[in-house]
């Protein structure tokens, strides 16, 4: 006889509204009651990809602020990182996989403390701002700190990016982030594990807020920004990653509004032609019965496609409504 055996591919999120909110019924009440966590129950998780200027002082400033538990994960800096960074003491870990979501999946397969605290090496966040962070912890899976104060450190086409990016992800996902793309958030450590990432660059931020936020358990806090230092390692072409797991991300979750949306933009050639006749019949006096035909019954598809992804969209926030109040039922707010 034969067992089948369910592979972490079968789990793809075909099926996720069903699995998370099996998965929220299952949620033990224990797990609603965490305290705010210790710096303790934290480890610092730090990518580094040539950070030799700035790695040194970022340890020590999440040191001054208590975090003891650091790893950093390096991805074969040329530069002397890791070296730098173990002549400070903290743990170094070479990544396995690529980019930063190889070092981030290595990180939660090492890391033993309940929560991981991801910060970039390159002295940006401050750790100080990690507190904002863990004040919120007991009640969601992840706390991204959103970057309000410094923004002008941002340089501005990553500033334009990252706001994109950003609303296209709350109108997808429905939750109030404003800057998915941060790179300092606080996350569990064994929600990051299961997560089965398939991210292999700085599409990892989209990929976790992107699964986490269907759990609704996912928010974000103020932080400050400073500037950079050493060289920027994102790349234009980086951007274009980030959308396109956006992409797969949004299609998992909503594929009717995805679709609906792609096909909605049929009215933009269904316009056009419409205009065109218009003009011909007015200004030539030639009257095309096939363009206009077309563009009529473009039109009303793209009208129509319109409305499927708004009901889509619409029933979606119903669900992430009940969601919510069943939470709230649980935790008894
Ligand atoms: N281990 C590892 N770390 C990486 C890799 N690529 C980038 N990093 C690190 O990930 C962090 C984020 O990269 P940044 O270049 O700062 O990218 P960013 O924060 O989006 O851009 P900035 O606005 O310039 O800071 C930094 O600490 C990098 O050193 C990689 O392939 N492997
Ligand atoms: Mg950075």
């Not at 793209?302 to 889509?312: D, M, P, T």
Request: glycine share 6%.
């Amino acid at each position: 006889m034969t067992t089948e055996v369910a592979t972490e591919a079968d789990e793809v999120p075909r099926q996720r509204s069903l699995q998370d909110i099996e998965a929220f019924l299952e949620e033990t009440p224990r797990e609603v009651s965490t305290p705010r966590p210790s710096a303790s129950m934290v480890t610092a998780v730090i990518p580094t990809l040539n950070e030799k200027e700035a790695i040194g002082t970022v340890i020590d400033e999440l040191r001054e602020e208590g975090f003891n538990n650091i790893v950093v994960v390096d991805g074969y800096s040329k530069d002397g990182t890791s070296d730098v960074a173990q002549t400070k003491g903290v743990t170094v870990l070479h990544q396995v996989g690529p980019g930063k979501a190889g070092a981030l999946s290595t990180a939660a397969r090492y890391v033993d403390t309940p929560y991981m605290l991801v910060m970039d090496g390159d002295g940006t966040y401050p750790p100080a701002d990690a507190h904002r962070l863990l004040n919120h912890a007991d009640h969601y899976e992840e706390v991204i700190g959103a970057r309000v104060n410094g923004r002008t450190n941002i340089p501005r086409v990553n500033r334009i990016g990252n706001w994109l990016i950003s609303t296209v992800f709350r109108l997808i996902f429905d939750v109030p982030i404003t800057d998915v793309l941060s790179g300092m958030y606080l996350v569990r450590t064994a929600r990051v594990r299961n997560l089965n990432i398939t991210s292999t660059s700085f599409d990892i931020e989209v990929e976790i807020a992107s699964k986490i936020a269907s759990t609704r358990r996912i928010a974000e806090v103020p932080i400050n920004y400073r500037e950079r230092i050493g060289e920027q390692k994102l790349r234009r072409s980086d951007g274009m990653r980030i959308l396109s797991t956006l992409f797969w991300m949004g299609y998992y979750n909503n594929p009717i509004l995805l679709f609906g949306s792609l096909l909605s933009l049929s009215a933009i050639p269904a316009t056009g032609i419409l205009v065109y006749t218009l003009y011909a019949s007015t200004y030539l006096h030639v009257w095309h019965s096939a363009y206009a035909l077309f563009g009529g019954m473009l039109l009303l598809f793209s009208g129509e496609s319109a409305v499927i992804s708004l009901w889509s969209l619409a029933a979606k926030r119903s669900e992430n409504r009940i969601l919510t109040e069943l939470r709230s039922i649980r935790e008894g707010t």
